[in-house]
């Protein structure tokens, strides 16, 4: 049934994209840099791409790549240099009883969640807003659905990132203030 | 993939190995053009500052980078102490890699008939089209911040995060001046964005973009673009009296060639993505005879004259101090860009909104500048930034 419904080359695809979002994925954790973890990261948000791409929505992959591994990434980078993080890091965790319990219960529930996501379209609603994402009309879609269904959300989620550059701003400024009011 | 239609029908080993040759001719062809920019970078450079230029190596000296290319490949290839090594050796094909990639975007002519199929002259031709020049311009981000984290040495270290902050300071600017031409071509395929400049005004003004959307998207671009490949007047990355040499100081061999490599590769590249956005591409006079060749004819001679504006910048223009750069970028383009492509979405929608629209923003314009007059004729007066409670300090 699902592999009935896709072919070869997809298939390939999809496996080498699953492979390189689990190594990033499991690299991301086990590596001992921090800057190697953020390139981990930038693999991982790849591989996330090229499955965008194979589902058809290619203005996702896109965006995946601009907005992820192109700003917020290098923004992680760029403290990382800035700050001087850049040596090896201690683990600091002990293994105990509890919270090896505690930890096998968390990665538990994921998986029951991924299952029930996954196979069933009632615990998200509606299985795809934005039609289908084969149309080939991805940015009409997304744009329609966004200015028109969604516009209130839309319009709510920018005014939340206006207030939060706003919030930065008049912070960083106090600061500059205070010091100069103590020089 | 697109609207190739080489890759509409059935993928027979005809059409594979017709688009393998695409991409080896392109890159071949990309490859040769470097050769041929540097070679016309010092000879112009060499002109422009009274001296003769490079005139030993073949003819006019023009085999001069292809024996520093050589040279390079047999140079020893050094390895910082301590330096990241593997991401040391990925640093440069991060840089090289979408520099080649952004070119594949590039319509370079017509269509021709190849061994009976229909094809583009293109490499390729995806639906998100130019957004894959934002994606790959942010990826090359990464080859010039790692190479200078991984040399393990600090000036590399101040030149990569200079680069890091520039590249994606002025990729705000160019991606708003991007959406302006996305706008009115009404799709994001580059090969979309030349066939809607085809034609003319009146019969003599050509109908590129260039006219159509005034010409402040293409001033914002091309400084953006200049900005966004480090070269002067915004190579800071590596400015030789501060930093040595910058993100690639610690670069020998073949590394440091691939890294020169890809800053002529994005030069030329964004030479011919602006003549897309901008000129119309392949579009110019076609007579009868030869069809296929002029549309390459123009868009080789456009992109040229593109490169030797280029190296124009480099020859006439100081460097920019860092607060210069970071306030152009945020101050001046964001703003501009941000507010034409306002008034190019009203004028789409109706003229008279458009012009209400300028008149407007003329007015918020003196409005502002006004403000700031004020701000600065008080700015010798005592801070009244101080928090309340606390005591101010008039001499600070």
Redesign the interface.
């Known amino acids: 049934m699902i592999l009935a419904a896709i072919s070869i080359p997809q298939l390939v695809v999809f496996v080498v994209a699953v492979a390189i979002v689990g190594v990033g994925g499991v690299g991301l954790l086990a590596a001992r840099h921090t800057v190697h973890s953020a390139l981990f990261l930038v693999m991982t948000l790849f591989g996330v791409a090229i499955l965008f791409i194979e589902e058809g929505a290619e203005f996702l992959a896109a965006v995946q790549v601009i907005v992820y591994a192109g700003a917020i990434v290098v923004l992680f980078l760029f403290v990382i240099m800035l700050l001087g993080v850049d040596r090896v890091e201690v683990p600091a965790f002990v293994a105990d009883r509890n919270r090896i319990v505690l930890a096998g219960v968390g990665v538990l529930a994921v998986l029951v969640e991924l299952f029930y996501v996954a196979s069933g379209a009632w615990s998200t609603g509606a299985s795809s807003q934005s039609g289908s994402l084969s149309s080939g009309q991805n940015l009409g879609v997304l744009a329609r659905s966004v200015f028109t269904t969604y516009v209130y959300p839309f319009e709510l989620t920018g005014a939340l990132l206006v207030i939060a550059v706003v919030g930065a701003v008049v912070l960083s400024k106090r600061l500059i203030g205070r010091r100069e009011v103590d020089r | 993939m697109g609207s190739d239609p080489l890759l509409t029908g059935h993928l027979s080993l005809a059409v594979i190995l017709i688009v393998v040759v695409k991409v080896l001719v392109a890159f071949v062809a990309l490859l040769v053009s470097v050769l041929l920019a540097i070679w016309i970078e010092r000879k112009v450079i060499a002109d422009m500052q009274n001296r003769i230029g490079p005139n030993r190596a073949g003819p006019w000296g023009l085999l001069q980078s292809l024996a520093d290319g050589m040279k390079l490949f047999f140079k020893e290839d050094l390895v910082p102490e301590r330096s ?1 090594r593997f ?1 040391f050796k990925l640093a440069p094909y991060l840089s090289v890699i979408p520099a080649f990639i952004t070119f594949t975007l590039v319509p370079i002519g017509g269509s021709v008939d190849i061994f009976g199929h229909h094809t583009q002259l293109q490499v390729a031709d ?3 089209g130019i ?2 020049l ?2 790959m ?3 090359s ?2 080859g010039v ?2 190479a200078g ?1 991984s040399s393990g040495s600090k000036y590399p ?1 101040l030149g ?2 200079r680069a ?2 520039q590249m ?1 300071s002025y ?1 705000a600017a160019m991606g708003l001046s991007i959406a302006s031409v996305v706008l009115i071509t009404g799709s ?1 395929s580059t090969r979309d964005m030349v066939t809607q400049q085809l034609g003319t005004f009146f019969g003599f003004i050509p109908h590129w973009n260039l006219i159509r959307l005034g010409i402040i998207p293409f001033l914002v671009f091309i400084v953006a673009i200049t900005a966004e490949v480090n070269r002067p007047p915004f190579d800071l990355v590596e400015a030789e009296q501060e930093l040595v040499g910058g993100f690639h100081t610690e670069y020998s061999s073949i590394r440091f060639a691939l890294f020169y490599l890809a800053e002529y590769m994005n030069t030329i590249t964004m030479s011919a993505i602006m003549v897309t956005m901008f000129f119309g591409g392949p579009d110019g006079p076609d007579p009868t005879f030869l069809h296929w060749l002029w549309p390459i004819l123009w868009f080789v001679a456009k992109t040229a004259i593109f490169f030797v504006i280029y190296v124009w910048f480099r020859a006439a223009l100081p460097r920019l101090r860092y607060d210069q750069l970071m306030d152009l970028g945020w101050k001046v383009l964001i703003p501009v860009s941000l507010a034409w492509l306002l008034v190019i979405a009203a004028m789409r929608v109706s003229r008279p909104l458009g012009f209400a629209l300028v008149a407007l923003g003329f007015l918020a314009a003196l409005v502002l500048m006004r403000a700031i007059s004020i701000g600065h004729e008080r700015a010798g007066q005592p ?1 009244v ?3 309340p409670g ?4 008039g001499d ?1």
Do not use: F, G, K, T
């Open positions: 990241d991401v995806p639906p998100i957004l894959l934002l994606a311009s942010s990826i981000v990464y911040m790692l984290w270290l990569s995060v890091s902050a994606i990729e994001l801070r930034q101080a928090l606390e005591e101010i300090n600070s």
